[in-house]
């Protein structure tokens, strides 16, 4: 699946202590002189032993030859021992990961258990330990590099340990393309899966980078293998505290897809994209573009946050889902300047699991559970949600069953309800609830996110049998979509319209209010876990996460709003129309000050419990 990054209005301004800003290195030159640097002048013996452990996409072997080149400058010998080497054969990994892919098409199960050293070979661990131990002087530096390097039974063995960070999407750029370098390999696996990433060697990672960044001694931004940017882990940490005192923007993502449309031309200008369909806000899978004042911006993918989960998520979820940022906000286009049949500007007709489902079947901690709030409409405008009265419900099984997707259901209107919707309109969507953005509308999607790895969970039951994107032709030429029907249908509530009519179109309430701003809180049921609410502003209004309310904030009208803290004004960040930001829990109170001389109003989603 093709994505796109939009960067528009990203930053996010950092105010490091000036003692600390002189210690960020910019470029990759800069960037492994200063490694160099640190381990000639903190080591005295006469052998160098230095680890750049770090997450899948990085490109070691150049960062390997920089090393090399630069240490020969200094008239340095370097031995360079690659983590792949230390691997058990691509049989055994394959043995210990299959548990995790599953038989299951579409989903695997989450890898709770595993570490990277549990991979290795203990002979090949063994013989690496010896050489860091042993003091061999025919070489004045041994750099070992690639994930693991720094792993436990040998992180005590090093002068210095780096980490190299990556982003989610360039590194998925890298798997669809056949081109990234997995566990145990020096070259891509072109048959890399990505089950095997989201099931098993993302937890793997992961695992190890929490503990990385707690025992190295520099941090690395490898995200651009020509611009690398470092700084030592101090440092980090510093950036990091500070970061999460502040609302926080991250880097949107833009995904063209079978019912993609054209709202983002009279937006945003995205280089490549042809059409338009899901587009991520706000969540976990995204990257946060850090701004020191330095040239380039310092990017990081979104877990780092989760070193701090007090202050992010705040101690309800810290304890409940360990690890788990729980929100996400999607934004999905729906504009067509002609029009279209309901076969194209429909999404895939789908339900979302429960708790209870994801546990059972794939080992997450949280279900999908949904809301569509309608941020413009356009004439057509509809929503599919729930089954009609009149609908045979076993006759609409078996007939997505023998359609399995590749044939058309002529008659499928018959059975969906379609809603008419406009602007402020907001649809609750339980697990198990049959439903699908109808187009010719702007939808805010706010989500529980069920999965530490930002794994999706939609159970597709129809896709009108249509060919989707394909992004090297930009044409809806690709095969079509693969459907979950065994999911589906399992995991399916059958509510029809009488239900979705008296509970799943919820309305605002006004809670607070005097003219000049006013505050609603949508109605909401017991099994959803978190409240929609919104704020109307003419000038400014407050708002409070009380300490304990991680809150995702969307201005949907208006052009501009700076959201600052109370307690030091320094804490601020300005958002622009249809641009969400995470506002942690630690925040606390805080005003949001309209900068575009109209009225403005933001969405917020939020937990219920904190």
């Not at 590099?145 to 999407?169: N, R, S």
């Not at 356009?378 to 076993?394: C, F, I, N, R, V």
């Not at 959803?528 to 969307?554: L, N, S």
Request: net charge negative.
């Amino acid at each position: 699946m093709p994505l796109y990054e939009n960067r528009s209005n990203a930053l996010n301004r950092v105010k490091l202590a000036e003692r600390s800003l002189s210690q960020v290195q910019v470029g990759t030159v800069q960037v492994v002189d200063s490694l160099l640097d640190r381990l000639v002048q903190h080591t005295e013996s006469a052998v160098k032993r230095i680890a750049i452990d770090g997450w899948y996409g990085v490109d070691y072997a150049a960062l390997a030859r920089q090393v090399a080149t630069r240490a020969h400058k200094r008239g340095l010998s370097v031995r360079i021992i690659e983590t792949a080497r230390l691997f058990l054969s691509q049989e055994q990994l394959d043995t210990i990961a299959k548990p995790y892919e599953t038989d299951d098409p579409s989903f695997g199960w989450v890898d709770d258990t595993t570490r990277i050293e549990d991979l290795l070979d203990k002979e090949a661990l063994a013989n690496l330990h010896g050489k860091l131990s042993s003091r061999d002087s025919s070489c004045d530096i041994i750099l070992v590099i690639g994930p693991g390097a720094a792993v436990e039974p040998l992180e005590d063995l090093y002068d210095v340990i780096a980490y190299a960070d990556f982003t989610m999407q360039p590194m998925l750029w890298q798997m669809w393309d056949g081109l990234l370098v997995p566990f145990g390999r020096t070259e891509p696996d072109r048959s890399y899966g990505w089950k095997r990433y989201y099931y098993h060697d993302f937890y793997l990672l992961y695992r190890q980078k929490k503990h990385a960044l707690e025992h190295m001694d520099v941090y690395i931004d490898a995200v651009s293998a020509d611009e690398l940017k470092s700084m030592p882990a101090p440092v980090y940490q510093e950036m990091i505290d500070l970061l999460v005192q502040h609302p926080i923007k991250q880097v949107k993502i833009m995904q063209p897809g079978p019912w993609g449309a054209y709202r983002y031309r009279d937006l945003w200008q995205v280089e490549g994209l042809e059409c338009n369909a899901w587009n991520e806000l706000a969540g976990i899978e995204l990257s946060i573009l850090i701004d020191l004042g330095l040239s380039g911006a310092i990017n990081i993918p979104s877990q780092n946050i989760m070193q701090r989960p007090l202050a992010v998520v705040g101690e309800y979820v810290h304890t409940q889902y360990p690890d788990l940022f729980p929100l996400q906000v999607w934004l999905d286009d729906g504009y067509f300047p002609e029009p279209v049949s309901w076969e194209r500007s429909s999404m895939p007709i789908h339900n979302h699991p429960s708790t209870q489902y994801v546990k059972r079947h794939f080992n997450e901690p949280l279900g999908r559970y949904e809301t569509y709030y309608i941020v413009e409409s356009y004439p057509g405008s509809s929503t599919w949600m729930g089954y009609k009265e009149s609908a045979d419900l076993e006759e609409w099984e078996r007939l997505c069953r023998e359609s399995e997707n590749r044939t058309v259901i002529p008659d499928w209107q018959d059975y969906i309800k379609r809603w008419d919707t406009n602007v402020g309109d907001l649809f609750l969507i339980p697990p198990g609830t049959t439903h699908g953005h109808g187009g010719n509308q702007m939808i805010l999607e706010m989500d529980t996110g069920p999965s530490v790895a930002g794994t999706e969970y939609s159970f597709f039951t129809y896709d009108f049998a249509r060919n989707t994107w394909d992004d090297k032709t930009k044409t809806m030429t690709a095969r079509p979509m693969r459907m979950h029907l065994e999911h589906s249908f399992d995991n399916q509530k059958w509510i029809r319209e009488s239900r979705v009519l008296s509970h799943h179109r919820s309305r605002p309430l006004t809670i607070e209010g005097n003219g000049k701003y006013r505050k609603d809180r949508y109605a909401t049921i017991d099994e959803m876990p978190f409240h929609i609410e919104r704020i109307f502003m003419e000038t400014e209004a407050e708002h409070d996460t009380e300490g304990r309310f991680m809150q995702i904030v969307t201005l949907v009208e208006g052009e501009r709003v700076t959201i600052v803290s109370l307690d030091d004004p320094d804490k601020r960040t300005t958002i622009e129309r249809l641009q969400s930001c995470v506002v942690p829990a630690g925040f606390g109170k805080y005003r949001y000050v309209n900068e575009s001389g109209r009225h403005a109003m933001v969405v917020i989603l939020r937990l219920k419990r904190g």
